[in-house]
């Protein structure tokens, strides 16, 4: 494809319940990000991967939120034991060689909403 | 701690008018300002970005004044048409890989 892919679009959770996102990052990339974007907020940071080697994780709000990136390609972000205030839009973006988090092309998102 | 704040949070401008939106950071370590554009239902898409060793950048009708001794920065959407309705982040980047956004300004833009 040729932009990032999420799947799956939308994800309903009982509170709880453990969820996996996928993201697809855009090929030959090297670079990839995990934002989560509250309803009406700006996205904030959560992870960042370079190839398979996660180099910066200060956004994860708890030790419930994990995230992998075994082969330096697709990406899960696991949450265990979901709560009401996990819900929310969880971005993935990616982005060339040697640039870094500056030029991020995002994917359209997972809205996860947790009941 | 809001590090980068954007205003004003919604925006009404009438087609062909000039759309104004305004950040301002306090971090001096940041060095890389972007804006994004983000429609509903979409993630957001780089629009414009700007370092701060220039004081203005301008791509067709957008353009991006940057001040660095008051720490702010506006993007100008000049002949604002309807499909330019939609929210828009500012960002910014302490030279790592992680982008701070603003809480964004919904634009809306009628004919």
């Known amino acids: 494809g040729a932009g990032v892919s999420q799947s799956p679009r939308y994800k309903v959770a009982k509170r709880g319940q453990d969820v996996a996102l996928r993201c697809d990052p855009i090929s030959g990339h090297v670079s990839l990000f995990w934002y989560q974007q509250a309803l009406g907020q700006g996205p904030e940071f959560l992870t960042y991967?370079?190839?398979?080697?996660?180099?910066?994780k200060s956004g994860l709000p708890s030790d419930r939120f994990f995230a992998e990136r075994p082969e330096g390609s697709v990406s899960t972000l696991k949450i265990q034991r979901t709560q009401q205030e996990d819900s929310a839009v969880y971005l993935c973006?990616?982005?060339?060689?040697?640039?870094?988090?500056?030029?991020?092309?995002f994917g359209q998102g997972t809205r996860l909403t947790v009941v | 701690q809001q590090q980068v704040k954007q205003s004003p949070q919604s925006l009404i401008v009438q087609k062909g008018g000039i759309s104004i939106i305004n950040c301002a950071y306090e971090n001096t370590a940041f060095d890389y300002f972007p804006w994004y554009q983000q429609f509903p239902g979409k993630g957001p898409a780089l629009l414009i970005a700007i370092r701060p060793d220039v004081s203005e950048k301008k791509e067709g009708r957008f353009t991006i004044s940057f001040n660095k001794s008051a720490k702010q920065f506006s993007l100008h959407i000049m002949d604002s048409q309807p499909g330019d309705s939609a929210t828009y982040f500012c960002?910014?980047?302490?030279?790592?890989?992680?982008?701070?956004f603003g809480t964004g300004t919904r634009l809306q833009v009628f004919p």
């Open positions: 991967f370079q190839n398979e080697a996660q180099l910066d």
């Open positions: 973006a990616s982005s060339p060689p040697g640039q870094g988090g500056f030029e991020a092309f």
């Open positions: 960002a910014a980047s302490p030279n790592t890989d992680k982008l701070i």
